[in-house]
């Protein structure tokens, strides 16, 4: 649970993603996380969106991370194979290279936590490259040294995501309310999930203090999320 009073200033990579959108949604409306965006390049931002947008090439990163001293990082990168080309070293070079030269800036520049949005299944030995890649950028992350890390496990993710046509995915979510109760032992973490409460998570654990480090399936999600609404409830009370 946050121990502080006021809003604490997060630093976003991926703001223009499905999550990225939905923190920045969830962080303005209220007043306990203060959004600093980090991108390579100008992009949309929700309506009403409330926060500081910082616009460099990945290698300026640092320097931006050094002047705004965020509390903590989220970090929601990642691209699609489509949008990679269809090639794995660009696809490695967001999902794992951008990823982890990330997490070594924040942490140079004295960032204490990291939030890292990853995916259920993520494993350095997995056939799939997709989840190969998650896991060794997860591995990676693991030893860069943060304070705290804390590592998001979502299972398919639902949510709207403009111009951004997924047609497997979009299969897979029409299916889900089917597919859902299906999916149990050791298959339930890919089970589907409102990217929303995903956000909701990693603002909720980007306010903890304890150090660790913390790995989250859906129903971990599920508890961060409920405390995030908590400490929105206590401030709003206030």
Not at 81 to 102: I, P, Q, S
Not at 112 to 119: G, Q
Not at 124 to 140: C, I, N, T, W
């Amino acid at each position: 649970m946050s121990e502080t009073r006021g809003p604490v200033r997060i630093a976003l990579v991926g703001a223009t993603g499905l999550i990225g959108g939905k923190v920045i949604e969830l962080a303005s409306a209220g007043d306990e996380a203060r959004v600093v965006g980090v991108a390579r390049r100008e992009a949309p931002l929700p309506p009403g969106a409330r926060m500081e947008m910082f616009v460099a090439d990945p290698a300026k990163w640092g320097e931006v991370f050094e002047a705004v001293r965020p509390r903590a990082l989220i970090c929601a990168l990642g691209t699609t194979w489509k949008k990679a080309g269809r090639d794995e070293a660009a696809f490695r070079g967001v999902d794992h290279d951008l990823v982890l030269a990330t997490a070594q800036a924040a942490h140079r520049a004295g960032v204490p936590n990291m939030v890292l949005v990853s995916a259920a299944g993520a494993d350095a030995r997995s056939k799939s490259l997709y989840m190969r890649v998650k896991g060794e950028a997860e591995d990676a992350v693991l030893r860069v040294g943060f304070k705290r890390l804390d590592i998001l496990h979502p299972g398919l993710l639902r949510g709207s995501r403009e111009n951004d046509l997924r047609l497997a995915e979009r299969a897979a979510l029409i299916a889900a309310p089917l597919v859902d109760p299906l999916l149990s032992g050791s298959w339930e973490r890919f089970r589907s999930i409102d990217a929303a409460l995903v956000a909701e998570a990693a603002l909720g654990l980007a306010l903890r203090r304890a150090g660790g480090r913390f790995t989250h399936d859906n129903e971990a999600m599920r508890r961060a999320a409920r405390e995030w609404r908590r400490v929105r409830e206590t401030e709003s009370a206030e």
